[in-house]
């Protein structure tokens, strides 16, 4: 069930009603409604991949129990810390990584002069959502393993908290120590919570609808058809494909943080407006937060992080962008857009400005930015863009063909979509979100900043009005990071 489609505003005020007006007495009851409905809305992309959130949250529940049990023997609970651990990777891994590895063991044969029949390769579907509740589920045994939270003896709460469905197939992944107790205890009525979800389920819907799939089409044929096209418009390609899937992303994580307020539930920001970084470190605090704090609390500290010999700091970066362009997908692609990462982001480490920016935004005491941080803005957003070449590809050759024909052909030819998409009402459009954003860019959670609640109202009915005029009721997309 996707957040921008008929069923799932038929799906949601039902669960609504039923959840406050109906079961609203007791937490226990609204569990067990949210943990049904969450099996519902994942279970009608495949019902057989509920099997593996079900394995995963029972394999998890005892786990934690048995690593609290055994405290004081520290092999034990390492040994079940690698039960966890090997469960959850083993299921991403076949899922989602099983095909990739051998195609690559047989291409590295035939590099070496063998050639071997591609006849072990499966037709295995990728379930989605496993690499966000596979982490999910571990990080809370990790939790346990280094005495950051306690195990929970409720199986009701703990599988709500697996499958809670907001966040269930796209994040963000969330800690236990946030959301589980959120789970197990009580939950109140909050007016203001309510509203404050609609705002930014409203918000993430225009992000999605209006800015991602409006200019899907467009970056589509640009990749599509890159042999054909000069640098400027391989360049306007790439360029829209950032705010294609920065739109689509937080867009997601929008709905899914103001669904979960509906239920009196708050989850953790995922996005804090990162096209205003003045560097990659800061883009990097700022995009996908979930996930680049999951690597950094469960593998890069544990490795030593940058408490360590500046040699072995710079390995872990390297190690860390690398896993995380690989936890994107099986495709050498996204191991080269994390290595693309690291090389931008070492740097920025060696001159020790990787944390300067973590507290304060792009014209903090300003209307706007100084030149300076003007030009910051443009060159994070030039490396990051770039990047993306290789994020968008469908392999590395086009990838490099890509990059090749924008160093290569630098004529100019306006662009024009074989369907005839107006590119100034997009370019139009893309302004206005660009300097709305950064206008609001101190809270990313209330887009609707404005004291009049005549404005107020006036800003709803434009969102509204625009997504109407902008969505194609043919061209539904899924979010991107579904297939993740």
Not at 42 to 57: E, K, M, Q, V
Not at 355 to 372: M, Q, R
Not at 467 to 482: A, E, K, V
Request: with cysteine.
């Amino acid at each position: 069930m996707l957040f921008n489609s008929l069923e799932y505003f038929i799906f949601l005020p039902i669960m609504f009603l039923l959840y406050w007006f109906v079961l609203g007495k007791g937490s226990r009851l609204q569990n067990v409604l949210v943990l049904v409905g969450s099996y519902f809305f994942y279970g009608l992309w495949d019902w057989r991949f509920l099997f593996l959130i079900i394995a995963s949250t029972v394999v998890d529940y005892f786990v934690g129990i048995m690593i609290h049990r055994n405290e004081g023997d520290r092999p034990k609970q390492k040994l079940w810390l690698w039960v966890s651990v090997i469960f959850n990777i083993s299921l991403l891994g076949f899922f989602k990584y099983y095909n990739f590895f051998v195609d690559s063991f047989i291409d590295l044969f035939e590099v070496m002069g063998y050639s071997i029949k591609s006849t072990w390769t499966l037709k295995i579907i990728l379930p989605v959502g496993i690499s966000f509740y596979t982490f999910q589920t571990m990080s809370y045994s990790m939790d346990i393993y280094y005495k950051r939270i306690k195990p929970c003896h409720d199986f009701l709460s703990f599988a709500t908290f697996v499958a809670f469905f907001p966040q269930l197939v796209a994040g963000p992944i969330e800690r236990a120590s946030n959301l589980l107790h959120q789970i197990t205890n009580k939950r109140t009525f909050n007016y203001d919570q309510i509203v404050s979800g609609l705002k930014l389920i409203l918000w993430g819907l225009f992000k999605k609808l209006v800015i991602a799939d409006g200019i899907a089409p467009i970056v589509d044929d640009i990749f599509l058809n890159h042999e054909t096209y000069p640098a400027s418009t391989l360049i306007l390609g790439v360029t829209l494909f950032s705010f294609q899937v920065y739109g689509d992303f937080s867009g997601y994580s929008d709905i899914a943080i103001g669904t979960a307020k509906l239920f009196g539930v708050e989850l953790m920001s995922n996005f804090k407006f990162p096209n205003f970084s003045r560097n990659v470190a800061e883009y990097w605090q700022r995009w996908h937060i979930s996930l680049s704090t999951w690597f950094r609390h469960y593998v890069y500290i544990p490795l030593g992080g940058s408490r360590v010999s500046q040699g072995r700091a710079i390995r872990n970066i390297c190690i860390i962008f690398l896993v995380s362009g690989f936890w994107h997908g099986a495709n050498w692609t996204f191991i080269f857009w994390g290595g693309f990462h690291a090389l931008a982001y070492i740097p920025v480490f060696l001159m020790g400005r990787n944390t300067i920016y973590k507290d304060n935004v792009v014209g903090e005491n300003s209307l706007f930015p100084s030149l300076t941080e003007l030009g910051q803005l443009v060159l994070t957003f030039g490396i990051v863009t770039f990047s993306r070449i290789f994020f968008r590809s469908e392999s590395l050759t086009d990838s490099f063909n890509f990059i090749g024909r924008i160093f290569s052909d630098f004529s100019y030819a306006p662009y024009e979509h074989p369907n005839g998409y107006r590119m100034l009402d997009y370019f139009i459009l893309l302004a206005v979100f660009v300097l709305y954003e950064y206008r609001i860019r101190r809270d990313e959670r209330n887009p609707f900043q404005f004291k009049s609640k005549a404005v107020r109202f006036f800003a709803y009915t434009l969102v509204i009005f625009t997504m109407l005029l902008f969505y194609d009721s043919g061209f539904d997309r899924s979010f991107i990071y579904f297939q993740f």
